[in-house]
C-alpha cells in the first residue's frame, strides 16, 4: 500500500498562474482532507470530504477548489495564485468512525512569486 | 482565532531528560485529542491520542496527560532520545456535519542533544 500520495512535491509558480494540487488514498477511506502548513501556525484545514461527492470548507478555504473526483482522488486548484498562498500543503484520508487516525501525505511545497 | 493553543514553540532536552509539551483548548464540542510527529519533509503522523473519559494514556516512553475540567493537556516523552528530535503538534477533534475536523495547535520544535 503507498498510503497517501500527492504530486507534485514541488512546484514554483508566479502571481496569477493557476495550478492543481493532486491527492490519492489506497486505504478505502470514506473522509480525505486539504491542509496547509505555515511556520509558527501548524496546520490548517483548506477544505475537506467527507464522502465522494460532497465538500465542505474549513478553516481557511479562501482562494481555493477542491474535487472529490472519486473515493480515491481529491484535487486542490489554485485558480489565481498569490504569494500569501507560498505555503506546504498536505492532504490526508481517513476511515469512518469516530476516532479513527488521520494519515497524511508526503506534503507539496508550493513557492508562489 | 486560535482554538488550540500550544506551548511552547521550542524545546531542548539532554539525551535521557523528560520533554515536556503543553496545550489547551477552548471549544467543548473537542472530543478526542490526538497528537502527531513530524519530521522534516515528511508528513505528520499519529503519535498517540486520548479521548476526554480518561485522564492519562501511556504508550511506551510517551504519555498523555488529560485535564477536563481545565481543558489541558500535555505530552510528556520519558528518557528523551536524539531520535524523538521532530516537530510536535497537539490536536483536537470534533464531529462536523458527517465528517470530523482535527484543529491543530502551532506546533513545538522538539530537539535532543546527544
Known amino acids: 500500500n503507498a498510503g497517501v500520495t500527492q504530486t507534485p512535491k514541488f512546484q514554483v509558480l508566479k502571481t496569477g498562474q493557476s495550478m492543481t494540487l493532486q491527492c490519492a488514498q489506497d486505504m478505502n477511506h470514506n473522509s480525505m482532507y486539504w491542509y496547509r502548513q505555515d511556520p509558527g501556525m501548524g496546520l490548517r484545514l483548506i477544505y475537506y470530504?467527507?464522502?465522494?461527492?460532497?465538500?465542505d470548507k474549513g478553516e481557511v478555504p479562501n482562494g481555493y477548489n477542491v474535487s472529490r473526483l472519486n473515493k480515491r482522488e481529491f484535487s486542490l486548484r489554485l485558480e489565481s495564485a498569490a504569494p500569501s498562498q507560498t505555503s506546504v500543503y498536505f492532504c490526508?484520508?481517513?476511515?469512518?468512525?469516530?476516532?479513527?487516525?488521520?494519515?497524511f501525505g508526503p506534503g507539496t511545497r508550493l513557492t508562489v512569486l | 482565532q486560535q482554538q488550540v493553543k500550544q506551548s511552547p514553540q521550542s524545546l531542548i532536552v539532554q539525551k535521557g531528560g523528560i520533554s515536556i509539551i503543553n496545550c489547551a483548548y477552548e471549544n467543548t464540542a473537542f472530543d478526542y485529542f490526538p497528537w502527531y510527529q513530524q519530521f522534516p519533509g515528511k508528513g505528520p503522523a499519529l503519535l498517540i491520542a486520548i479521548r476526554p473519559d480518561v485522564s492519562e494514556k501511556k504508550e511506551g516512553r510517551f504519555t498523555i496527560s488529560f485535564n477536563k475540567s481545565a481543558k489541558q493537556f500535555s505530552l510528556h516523552i520519558m528518557d528523551s532520545q536524539p531520535g524523538d528530535s521532530a516537530t510536535y503538534f497537539c490536536a483536537a477533534s470534533r464531529r462536523s456535519g458527517s465528517a470530523r475536523q482535527l484543529t491543530f495547535g502551532s506546533g513545538t520544535q522538539l530537539t535532543v542533544l546527544p
Open positions: 470530504s467527507a464522502s465522494e461527492g460532497t465538500t
Open positions: 490526508a484520508s481517513k476511515a469512518g468512525g469516530s476516532y479513527n487516525e488521520q494519515f
